[in-house]
């Protein structure tokens, strides 16, 4: 059976998308505790393999993870769920960016081993949905990164001239606007990133379910998430310093076109006094 995870957007309206799912069909399950908050979950009748119900968690944060869905079920709720996205993604980056992991029905603990997730088949399906929300919580997690990595490197690559200007002692063409647009990208992914800084952070829900958050971090540690997190961290403060060189070279140019003309204009004006002297 298959798990497949999207990133599609900044941020859901879960309570739009519940009503609108179940004008649908589609059936919400509700059986999660109220501390797993800004998560709307729901049953899809006809699974894509025998053996395990099909389930859809949408996380408020903009990404959706799929159990054991038909592709063609996955298609219709990804269209109505389009209808209830804040700031949506490029669909091409949507399904470039995915994740998708095998799972199997196994006797006894739950786990991730080798890449394929292995649930109890013994448990009861309030606390199955509970351990897919730990693993769904770390594949949303590796998803939305993973939008934020390649909005990042775009972003490296159309200022990768500098350095490289810089280096061959060439002057650095830039106009203002230029100069500012480029500020304001950065800023723009710098805030959608610091807004969402708290989900970077184990969830308080982990806290007193040590089974859930061993679940939660062993799948994060698969998908490298911390490492990721502080590359991107990195990749993020190189970019802040190329921003500012752009600025203070820019400031320079402009402080010494205002120089000139300061120069200029106390030349003209000698030249006036020397005229009324001579003349």
């Not at 025998?50 to 389930?55: K, L, Q």
């Not at 320079?252 to 001579?278: P, S």
Request: aromatic letters at 10%; charged letters at 30%.
């Amino acid at each position: 059976m298959h798990c497949t995870a999207f990133a599609t957007a900044d941020e859901y309206h879960l309570g739009n998308l519940s009503q609108d799912l179940a004008s649908h069909g589609y059936v919400e399950v509700t059986s999660l505790p109220r501390d797993a908050a800004n998560i709307l979950v729901i049953g899809i009748e006809n699974s894509a393999k025998e053996g395990d119900p099909g389930t859809v968690f949408f996380f408020r944060e903009g990404a959706a993870v799929f159990w054991n869905v038909k592709d063609k079920t996955m298609k219709h709720v990804m269209k109505v769920l389009e209808k209830h996205e804040i700031q949506p993604y490029e669909i091409a980056l949507v399904h470039w960016e995915n994740e998708e992991l095998n799972y199997i029905k196994i006797e006894g603990q739950s786990k991730l081993h080798r890449g394929e997730i292995k649930l109890n088949s013994e448990l009861d399906l309030d606390d199955a949905i509970l351990e897919k929300f730990a693993f769904s919580n770390a594949l949303c997690l590796s998803v939305k990164l993973a939008i934020w990595e390649a909005s990042l490197d775009k972003f490296t690559e159309s200022i990768q001239s500098i350095p490289e200007a810089l280096k061959a002692g060439k002057k650095l063409k830039l106009s203002h606007e230029e100069v500012m647009q480029k500020m304001g990208e950065l800023f723009a992914l710098r805030h959608r990133i610091n807004l969402s800084s708290d989900f970077l952070i184990t969830p308080d829900f982990y806290w007193d379910r040590e089974n859930l958050e061993e679940l939660y971090d062993k799948t994060c540690q698969f998908l490298s998430i911390g490492r990721r997190v502080k590359v991107m961290n990195e990749k993020l403060q190189h970019c802040m310093e190329l921003t500012d060189l752009m600025r203070n070279h820019l400031n320079e140019k402009r402080a010494l076109r205002l120089e000139w003309m300061i120069v200029i204009l106390i030349t003209i004006e000698v030249m006036f006094e020397l005229g009324r002297v001579f003349f």
